[in-house]
């Protein structure tokens, strides 16, 4: 089943039709393996998942935007008289490029990291939020911090996708997971920057300056320090890092000569409730609908889903524009599950009826 699946995957892909240049993109399959390792560490790592030339449009995007060749819309750029030194450091990082630049949008839905998306928390993918890190050589880092703690989803089902543009390690400042913290709870804020977190829980503790570098000012660190183990994660270009929204990690500041970007992309089941936008911290936006949900502002990347969602703006093919090759794959309305199968890959199966299931 699982060949039969990959083969049919890439004969879709091959034959979209589409005015525009499309890349073809051999289908990722997930094997059971990684499956599992996300579940018990939290966190996965899929080497070359990119194509090393894709990652490097990034780069020279990125180079282009110091060099003041190339501008983003809605943001400035260096002075034409900067120096070198102001040029590099312009730049710390973007958020939400995707609603302003086709690249962006073409990396929020990139179809290898979907499809691997697609086995984790799927099979119903939405986008929703993106950054480009900067990095530059003398740039700091991001102190311990839970991203379901910025972008909280009803169900919980938040997961990031950080994908390598230059070569990461600990001295250009790396990404650092804690393996196993996903099974902690959201800390509750005492700083009254965020609503979030699970204060309903008895001996949950308050926390406070969540993601500042200093491990004594950011107070997440003496929970996240309890934990025997904290795993560098060393990077080439397109290897992407998935982690859960409730795993501790940080990155530290850049201290060699290399510069360490990267862009991080963030997810949910397309049916999880979302009451978050970027740019604000109210539970409610002035464009909700009647129950304060923000669905209709992100993008259904794959699957199916009873929520309002947006469309890309640059017209990159995913389940909301083309659900021919990214939505229903089954002609009735059995539920379906991603099920590990005898060749160790996750497909995407329906249920039989309840009395067979049972």
Not at 162 to 179: F, Q, S, Y
Request: glycine share 6%; proline share 7%.
């Amino acid at each position: 089943m699982a060949a039969a699946q990959r083969e049919m995957a890439l004969e879709v892909r091959i034959m979209v039709l589409t005015e525009a240049p499309t890349r073809v993109h051999e289908p990722y399959q997930v094997r059971v393996e990684e499956y599992r390792s996300f579940r018990r560490d939290g966190y996965l790592v899929v080497r070359g998942l990119v194509a090393p030339e894709e990652a490097r449009e990034w780069a020279d995007f990125t180079d282009d935007m110091m060099a003041g060749r190339r501008v983003m819309p809605g943001l400035p750029s260096p002075a034409e008289d900067a120096t070198e030194a102001e040029r590099r450091h312009f730049y710390d990082r973007i958020h939400m490029p995707h609603r302003t630049c086709e690249l962006a949008e073409r990396f929020l839905l990139h179809p290898r990291i979907v499809d691997v998306l697609e086995a984790l928390i799927g099979p119903d993918i939405l986008g929703l939020q993106t950054m480009l890190f900067f990095k530059q050589p003398g740039q700091g880092g991001q102190g311990f911090h839970q991203d379901s703690y910025y972008i909280p989803t009803q169900p919980d089902t938040l997961i990031g996708a950080w994908m390598a543009i230059d070569p990461a390690d600990e001295e250009n400042g790396c990404l650092w997971m804690t393996p196993g913290s996903q099974h902690e709870p959201i800390y509750p804020d005492c700083d009254g920057v965020t609503q979030q977190g699970d204060t309903i829980l008895r001996d949950i503790e308050a926390v406070k300056s969540v993601s500042h570098p200093d491990v004594e000012i950011n107070t997440l660190a003496q929970v996240a320090l309890r934990y025997d183990e904290e795993a560098p994660i060393h990077a080439e270009p397109g290897d992407v890092v998935f982690f859960g929204g409730h795993v501790f990690h940080r990155s530290q500041a850049n201290n060699s000569n290399r510069p360490r970007r990267a862009f991080v992309s963030h997810y949910c089941n397309a049916r999880s409730r979302i009451a978050w936008d970027h740019g604000s911290n109210r539970a409610h936006y002035e464009d909700a609908d009647a129950t304060g949900a923000t669905n209709h502002r992100h993008i259904l990347a794959r699957g199916t889903t009873h929520l309002p969602y947006a469309q890309p703006k640059f017209g990159t093919l995913c389940a909301a524009n083309a659900p021919e090759l990214y939505g229903e794959r089954f002609d009735d309305n059995r539920v379906k599950s991603m099920m590990g199968d005898s060749a160790g890959f996750m497909v995407l199966v329906p249920h039989e009826d309840a009395e067979r299931d049972h």
